[in-house]
């Protein structure tokens, strides 16, 4: 066990944010296996038709507008964008300028920086998609998940399969090159079959990105009210792994670089703005049950639209975007404890095909916590899942800290390793707490 830990704030100078995810919370309607904070406004509503989504972006402002105002601690511009959701395609373009002119006006934008948006098939026309990117979108993530109409039905989505056409069609005459598709694994009646069919179709679109994700059974959801995880129809175990390897077989032989556990893209397309999170990188959030990550203590904003504002009402008068005082206790986590930062960059890092550079975890946590955390992934090590490039496995724990390789790094091995993250962390986890 690791004792006596420290408190972080004395060894840690923490960076500024460069980055920012936008929770935009509305969909048509709620799909079966979603538990993310979202409004259901109907089929119909969208921009600045819909009262609700209006009020939501002049309160999303504010929120942006007024947050660090209490810190004399000069702000970085941002160099990642990213509209998550919910349905952001919900936002007409005006909406979505508004909220990046605020951005801009309140924290800067570098010239290259990255502006993703979600978007739902179905959802948005040539105009919008046009305007997005004349805003300054570099960056769509269309969310597919499969390309069986009986599965989209069955998911509850509210889009078909020619509706996934078009969107990719609409991407194009855009002239938007970097687009992402979101696929899903794990469903409901879903067999390999149907999988291996996705993919192709998926990769036949050419996209420069891919998020292949596998079902989790949340227990909110329709499905988790419908399913137990593991029964049928839901695959079983052996079955979703064989969805695991086909997906890192056929994308790998595809071109695309298998560089997160859930993420394929190609060479020079890789997610920068999600490669903040891996990196245990600090980032704001904003919006209704948006996380953010400042001086090494997280918290997520209320996940109800009238306790959010009413939240957004409090910082105006005190702080935003920082653990205030004026934060309702429950949305306060207990400050980040040394070993804290080290399960998450252990978890996060091992997330990444590249790993985690052994140098750098010695530097930020000493080599004595280097050295326990590859005594307890020893047997993971036997297993296959889990290896080590530039140094020799049992070298780590004989070598001082100055003479470890700068180009060593520990990681997951592909697909076994990534296919078996769980539980690995969870083994990690037990025995560092
Ligand atoms: S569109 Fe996305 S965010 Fe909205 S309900 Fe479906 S899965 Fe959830």
Same mark, same amino acid.
């Given at each position: 066990?690791?004792?006596?830990?420290?408190?972080?704030?004395?060894?840690?100078?923490?960076?500024?944010?460069?980055?920012?995810?936008?929770?935009?919370?509305?969909?048509?309607?709620?799909?079966?296996?979603?538990?993310?904070?979202?409004?259901?406004?109907?089929?119909?509503?969208?921009?600045?038709?819909?009262?609700?989504?209006?009020?939501?972006?002049?309160?999303?402002?504010?929120?942006?507008?007024?947050?660090?105002?209490?810190?004399?601690?000069?702000?970085?511009?941002?160099?990642?964008?990213?509209?998550?959701?919910?349905?952001?395609? $919900?936002?007409?373009?005006?909406?979505?300028?508004?909220?990046?002119?605020?951005?801009?006006?309140?924290?800067?934008?570098?010239?290259?920086?990255?502006?993703?948006? !979600?978007?739902?098939?179905?959802?948005?026309?040539?105009?919008?998609?046009?305007?997005?990117?004349?805003?300054?979108?570099?960056?769509?993530?269309?969310?597919?998940?499969?390309?069986?109409?009986?599965?989209?039905?069955?998911?509850?989505?509210?889009?078909? *399969?020619?509706?996934?056409?078009?969107?990719?069609?609409?991407?194009?005459?855009?002239?938007?090159?970097?687009?992402?598709?979101?696929?899903?694994?794990?469903?409901?009646?879903?067999?390999? !079959?149907?999988?291996?069919?996705?993919?192709?179709?998926?990769?036949?679109?050419?996209?420069?990105?891919?998020?292949?994700?596998?079902?989790? *059974?949340? @227990?909110?959801?329709?499905?988790?009210?419908?399913?137990?995880?593991?029964?049928?129809?839901? @695959?079983?175990?052996?079955?979703?792994?064989?969805?695991?390897?086909?997906?890192?077989?056929?994308? #790998?032989?595809?071109?695309?670089?298998?560089? !997160?556990?859930?993420?394929?893209?190609?060479?020079?397309?890789?997610?920068?703005?999600?490669?903040?999170?891996?990196?245990?990188?600090?980032?704001?959030?904003?919006?209704?049950?948006?996380? #953010?990550?400042?001086?090494?203590?997280?918290?997520?904003? @209320?996940?109800?639209?009238?306790?959010?504002?009413?939240?957004? !009402?409090?910082?105006?008068?005190?702080?935003?975007?920082?653990?205030?005082? #004026?934060?309702?206790?429950?949305?306060? @986590?207990?400050?980040?404890?040394?070993?804290?930062?080290?399960?998450?960059?252990?978890?996060?890092?091992?997330?990444?095909?590249?790993?985690?550079?052994?140098?750098?975890?010695?530097?930020?946590?000493?080599?004595?916590?280097?050295?326990?955390?590859?005594?307890?992934?020893? $047997?993971?090590?036997?297993?296959?899942?889990?290896?080590?490039?530039?140094?020799?496995?049992?070298?780590?724990?004989?070598?001082?800290?100055?003479?470890?390789?700068?180009?060593?790094?520990?990681?997951?091995?592909?697909?076994?390793?990534?296919?078996?993250?769980?539980?690995? $962390?969870?083994?990690?986890?037990?025995? $560092?707490?």
């Amino acid at each position: 066990m690791l004792k006596n830990i420290n408190p972080i704030s004395r060894t840690i100078a923490w960076d500024q944010p460069r980055a920012a995810y936008l929770h935009i919370p509305f969909c048509r309607r709620r799909c079966y296996y979603c538990d993310f904070p979202v409004a259901v406004v109907g089929d119909h509503a969208r921009g600045e038709n819909s009262g609700a989504i209006a009020q939501y972006v002049e309160v999303l402002c504010q929120e942006i507008e007024f947050t660090g105002l209490d810190t004399t601690v000069s702000t970085q511009p941002l160099e990642t964008i990213f509209f998550g959701g919910g349905t952001p395609s $919900l936002l007409s373009v005006a909406q979505l300028d508004r909220i990046l002119q605020t951005l801009e006006h309140r924290f800067g934008m570098t010239a290259d920086a990255e502006i993703s948006i !979600e978007i739902d098939p179905g959802t948005f026309d040539l105009p919008q998609i046009q305007g997005y990117r004349s805003a300054g979108v570099n960056r769509v993530s269309l969310g597919v998940q499969a390309f069986q109409p009986e599965l989209l039905t069955l998911c509850g989505r509210t889009h078909s *399969v020619t509706d996934i056409y078009a969107a990719v069609e609409l991407i194009h005459q855009a002239g938007i090159l970097n687009f992402s598709l979101d696929l899903i694994s794990g469903l409901p009646h879903q067999t390999l !079959e149907h999988w291996q069919a996705s993919l192709e179709a998926a990769i036949a679109l050419a996209p420069k990105h891919l998020s292949c994700y596998d079902l989790i *059974v949340e @227990p909110v959801t329709a499905f988790g009210r419908q399913y137990q995880p593991g029964d049928q129809p839901l @695959p079983s175990d052996t079955a979703a792994a064989d969805m695991y390897r086909l997906a890192q077989k056929l994308l #790998s032989a595809a071109g695309y670089d298998h560089y !997160e556990v859930s993420n394929y893209g190609q060479p020079g397309f890789q997610c920068r703005h999600n490669h903040v999170y891996w990196r245990n990188q600090p980032f704001y959030g904003f919006g209704m049950g948006a996380a #953010s990550y400042l001086e090494g203590q997280r918290f997520t904003r @209320p996940r109800k639209t009238r306790e959010y504002y009413e939240w957004v !009402e409090t910082q105006k008068l005190s702080i935003s975007n920082t653990p205030a005082s #004026s934060l309702p206790s429950s949305f306060i @986590p207990p400050p980040s404890s040394f070993q804290d930062l080290l399960l998450d960059t252990l978890m996060l890092g091992f997330r990444l095909a590249e790993g985690l550079s052994l140098v750098e975890l010695a530097q930020q946590f000493g080599k004595p916590s280097l050295d326990k955390v590859c005594h307890c992934l020893q $047997l993971h090590y036997e297993q296959g899942w889990v290896e080590v490039v530039g140094v020799k496995w049992e070298a780590i724990t004989q070598l001082p800290s100055e003479a470890l390789p700068p180009t060593a790094r520990i990681k997951l091995t592909d697909p076994e390793g990534f296919l078996f993250s769980n539980q690995v $962390l969870a083994d990690l986890f037990a025995e $560092l707490e």
